[in-house]
């Protein structure tokens, strides 16, 4: 009883909350009329361009295998799925099936109750020892969240314009890469780089990767190699390398950007393998240039998928989940249509992944990541340094303010969240 | 609603005949009933979610306990957001939108109306288009926005033709806030112009035309007689307009996201950023709630002036 009325009061205060939210939408795409005795999945999802379509085309493939199952794929939008999945909870209406942006959210959603203990599940999964064992994400041993491909930034760039520049081959260290983007600026005809700085989890996630490589992450975020990082970026920002429009660009902003062919490099990631080949102009990848006396090392990310902790149907969900994502056929398909790296072993190992020039760099990348922060907060520290990076980009903060303000609020948001890291 | 309550027991006293007792306490009761579905509709939409936002603001609620036992911790809250560097410098924006959205609201509003203020085919059609703007989403008009202000977009490419240098509409932090500011106040424009060419054409012609037998010019006649006569309108036009810039968040969260940086993180956007992207519920309630007793603070004016109204 207390618990339901919490419940009620949890709707109430999210409806309060997100009366400011006018523009968050959902929408169907299908099973609106299914026949009596059939069972319905609604799938929160978030998926865009080639990723929304091969998700259409897998869970039509499966609704035709499994003519009693059908799926709602809701779509919702990306920044705002955890706040609607959190007020799910108190309303009992939440999703049978979800993705979300496992690196950032996973803590939080665990701890609203938002998604169910798959832990029997994934044990009895008979492919399982195809997958790392990274693939599953526990929380007190218990699985909550699985992940089927992993997604890493590499960085594009265009053939074109490099050879335009007078630049032979891409840079391998963050040296070299600004060499060549004082080059491409220097011709005055193109610009050097689009790449996200918002203020946001995108902003941070683009810009960590200077520090991994340096031994920095959010549990030792200090020192004089962040203000030397946060000084590169700066001189970007003022010599014209990256426009001031980057302190506000999310990923697809920069992703158009870059495809408009005026950028001779995009610094994104492999999900946009998919789009690339659409690219009116010659392109190639590389690794994330490594900063000096240190490795090219980046964070991985990619898309959790989960049952809703509410879901009526959790054994169609569990069919769902392996039919359409941990399947061979589903990885071997998502790498194809949307180059996501698939995590499972045998799919991984075909010809099409290794002999794929375009994807071996991030391959590479996927040996060799860095480790995210086991904080509940670490949501707030990601954000704490999407402010600190987007500020300093459009000028409202000076680098070595930038830097502090970053490494105060990452250390405060560690402490908030129990000071745990690791 | 007195005009049923003078009539209805005539009604009932004739046809039911349930005695003149009766009638009267069913009269009594009718109108009465014809307010509940406002009143539970009132209660169970905005006054139970605010009650569940202040009790929010004063307890320690995340995303651990949302569904569960939420600890009073009384003005905790308020202490640790008046002590945010950030809350100080989102109240000064907020402030700032709103002086911006008076200024050209009340201003660009009045000429406009005024412009507007004969009636004719030219003029429904602007009022026409100036309705479907003022009821665009601002999803849509914000996203037409953003393009048209990229560093890039179509309203650079012009300055760029005519010789001028590009402007950083919405990644320069100085120019950023104003930027935003403006397209809000594009989007109250046609509100604001409605409103007051409906003052403008209460004014009797007998008053201008007094005016005008006196030797008033039209500029003398607008400051002199006419701003004056608009004085109660723009009155509560004003106050409507500062409420609107306290709850200003839809084109701010298409437009910039709060930033860059933090440079337009006015107190909605704070509110919702660090409840829902910080997942910090209760210092993001806190933040609300600060900004609706704001809002409450102009309301009484302008509940005084609508009660007012009649009398004049």
Redesign the interface.
């Known amino acids: 009883m207390r618990r339901r009325t919490q419940a009620v009061r949890v709707a109430a205060v999210a409806a309060s909350l997100l009366l400011v939210a006018t523009g968050c939408t959902m929408s169907n795409d299908s099973a609106a009329n299914a026949p009596a005795g059939t069972t319905t999945l609604k799938f929160w999802n978030y998926y865009t361009g080639t990723q929304l379509t091969w998700l259409q085309a897998q869970t039509k493939k499966f609704e035709k295998a499994n003519p009693k199952i059908k799926v709602d794929l809701v779509q919702v939008v990306g920044s705002q799925q955890d706040q609607k999945l959190l007020a799910s909870v108190a309303t009992g209406n939440g999703p049978d099936v979800l993705i979300n942006n496992i690196v950032v959210d996973n803590p939080t959603l665990v701890a609203g109750g938002v998604m169910k203990d798959m832990t029997s599940m994934w044990n009895s999964y008979q492919d399982k020892a195809q997958y790392p064992s990274t693939a599953a994400w526990k929380t007190n041993g218990k699985v909550y969240n699985l992940m089927s491909y992993t997604n890493l930034i590499g960085l594009y760039y265009n053939k074109d314009i490099l050879k335009a520049s007078g630049i032979d081959s891409p840079p391998t260290t963050l040296t070299e890469f600004q060499d060549d983007m004082a080059k491409v600026t220097a011709g005055g005809t193109y610009k050097a780089l689009a790449e996200s700085g918002a203020p946001t989890v995108e902003g941070a996630w683009l810009f960590a990767p200077q520090l991994l490589g340096l031994g920095v992450n959010y549990c030792n975020f200090s020192g004089k190699k962040v203000t030397t990082a946060f000084d590169r970026v700066a001189g970007w920002s003022k010599k014209g390398y990256i426009p001031l429009s980057t302190a506000t660009w999310d990923q697809n902003t920069a992703w158009q950007q870059f495809m408009t062919g005026k950028y001779a490099f995009g610094l994104n990631g492999n999900w946009q393998l998919g789009n690339v080949k659409s690219a009116k102009f010659a392109y190639g990848t590389t690794e994330f240039p490594k900063p000096t006396d240190g490795t090219s090392t980046v964070y991985p990310g990619g898309e959790g998928i989960a049952i809703g902790a509410k879901s009526k149907h959790p054994a169609e969900a569990w069919k769902y989940i392996q039919s359409v994502f941990l399947s061979k056929d589903a990885a071997e398909t998502s790498f194809a249509q949307t180059g996501s790296i698939p995590l499972r072993k045998d799919a991984s190992d075909t010809q099409a992944i290794k002999t794929n020039t375009y994807v071996q760099p991030f391959l590479t990348a996927a040996q060799k990541t860095g480790t995210w922060p086991n904080n509940p907060k670490t949501a707030d520290m990601q954000t704490s340094l999407g402010k600190a990076i987007s500020s300093v980009i459009s000028g409202q903060q000076s680098a070595s303010a930038g830097a502090q303000s970053a490494i105060d609020t990452i250390k405060k948001a560690k402490a908030s969240g129990g000071g745990t890291c690791k | 609603m007195s005009v049923i309550a003078k009539e209805k027991p005539r009604a009932f006293d004739s046809t039911a005949g349930p005695g003149p007792r009766r009638s009267h306490r069913l009269v009594r009761k009718i109108p009465l009933g014809y307010l509940v579905p406002a009143v539970v509709i009132l209660l169970a939409?905005a006054a139970?979610?605010?009650?569940?936002?202040v009790?929010?603001a004063f307890s320690d609620v995340?995303?651990?306990n949302?569904?569960?036992?939420?600890n009073w911790v009384g003005f905790a809250n308020f202490g640790t957001v008046f002590g945010l560097p950030e809350f100080w410098r989102g109240l000064a924006r907020t402030a700032g939108l709103a002086a911006a959205l008076l200024a050209v609201n009340l201003i660009v509003g009045f000429l406009v109306a005024s412009v507007l203020s004969t009636t004719g085919r030219i003029t429904n059609v602007v009022l026409g288009i100036m309705v479907f703007v003022w009821a665009l989403?601002?999803?849509v008009s914000g996203s037409v926005w953003k393009f048209l202000l990229?560093?890039?977009g179509a309203v650079n490419t012009i300055l760029h033709s005519v010789g001028l240098h590009p402007v950083?509409w919405?990644?320069?932090?100085g120019l950023?806030l104003w930027t935003v500011a403006a397209v809000v106040a594009w989007a109250g424009i046609p509100f604001s112009a409605l409103i007051l060419r409906g003052g403008l054409l209460a004014i009797t012609p007998e008053v201008i035309e007094a005016a005008a037998i006196d030797g008033a010019g039209y500029w003398r006649t607008q400051f002199a007689v006419v701003l004056p006569l608009l004085r109660p309108t723009m009155w509560i036009l004003g106050i409507l307009t500062v409420l609107y810039a306290f709850?200003s968040?839809?084109f701010f969260?298409?437009l910039?996201?709060?930033?860059?940086?933090?440079?337009t993180n006015t107190l909605?956007v704070l509110?919702?950023?660090t409840?829902?992207?910080?997942?910090?519920m209760s210092t993001?309630?806190t933040i609300?709630v600060i900004s609706m007793l704001a809002v409450a603070l102009f309301a009484i004016p302008y509940v005084r002036s609508i009660r007012q109204e009649p009398e004049e």
Do not use: C, E, H
């Not at chain 2, 139970?48 to 936002?53: C, G, M, S, T």
């Open positions: 939409f139970y979610p605010i009650f569940v936002l009790r929010m995340g995303p651990s949302i569904v569960g036992v939420w989403p601002p999803i990229d560093d890039s950083s919405l990644s320069s932090p950023a709850k968040f839809d969260y298409v910039t996201q709060g930033g860059p940086g933090t440079a909605p509110s919702y950023y409840a829902f992207s910080n997942f910090d993001g309630a609300a």
